[in-house]
């Protein structure tokens, strides 16, 4: 199984929400990634889970809050965002360990809209 | 740090015609060198990949070989198809665990 899944596939939610977005893979994989991808862009990375602990926070918001519950579940919680948080969520997986690190495999992604 | 520059598209094709998609990087030390792909509505794939000077990585057709003299890594394919036309980014890594991104070209392919 190489695969990631995302859910859900698309969510709109107004300013004042709470929402969760949900990651998952079955590869055995120890490092678990959250990116943010607007239109004709490349993903911007925002946290890097390592063997469930937080390794990387690229400066969020802390209206974006992440959690691993195990190794094969990444959630997203998001309170209060903004119109301009609007964009495709993606999650990925990697091996920790060296090269393995950078090849990454990714979900479907997540299309948030807010209003 | 690092980072990948890439031609700018959208690149459009005919179907059969031959691919060339530039990527060159700025690094310190022997990165690691990636292409990725990703089709209309989905996540990003890994295509192929090329760790020192002078490898070639390849799949499904594309070829890229890391260049060290001239820092490219540019991404070919001999016969494009229809079901080709998607985003490719160009990627490297780096010391702090990061992929670094091009901006990504988009390919569009008529039969």
């Known amino acids: 199984d190489t695969e990631v899944t995302q859910t859900p596939k698309h969510l709109v939610m107004g300013m004042t929400n709470k929402k969760s977005l949900k990651c998952e893979q079955h590869?055995?994989?120890?490092?678990m990634y959250w990116y943010k991808q607007k239109a004709k862009k490349p993903p911007e990375l925002m946290f890097v889970?390592?063997?469930?602990?937080?390794?990387i926070n690229e400066s969020v918001p802390s209206r974006f809050s992440p959690e691993c519950p195990n190794s094969s579940l990444l959630n997203l919680h998001l309170h209060a965002l903004q119109p301009e948080d609007s964009a495709l969520y993606l999650c990925?997986?990697?091996?920790?360990?060296?090269?393995?690190?950078?090849?990454?495999?990714f979900g479907p992604g997540t299309r948030l809209t807010v209003t | 740090g690092n980072s990948v520059t890439q031609m700018e598209g959208p690149v459009t094709l005919s179907e059969e015609a031959f691919l060339t998609i530039n990527c060159t990087y700025t690094?310190?030390?022997?990165?690691?060198l990636f292409w990725y792909v990703q089709y209309p509505g989905e996540g990003l794939q890994l295509l192929l990949k090329?760790?020192?000077?002078?490898d070639k990585g390849s799949n499904k057709g594309f070829e890229a070989t890391y260049r060290k003299e001239t820092t490219s890594f540019h991404l070919e394919k001999g016969s494009v198809q229809v079901s080709d036309s998607a985003v490719y980014f160009c990627?490297?890594?780096?010391?702090?665990?990061?992929?670094?991104f091009g901006q990504g070209t988009t390919l569009q392919v008529k039969p």
């Open positions: 590869m055995g994989h120890r490092a």
């Open positions: 090329a760790t020192k000077a002078d």
């Open positions: 990627a490297c890594s780096s010391n702090t665990g990061k992929l670094i």
């Open positions: 990925a997986s990697s091996n920790q360990e060296g090269l393995a690190a950078f090849e990454q495999y």
């Open positions: 889970y390592s063997y469930e602990k937080l390794s």
């Open positions: 690094a310190t030390g022997y990165p690691s």
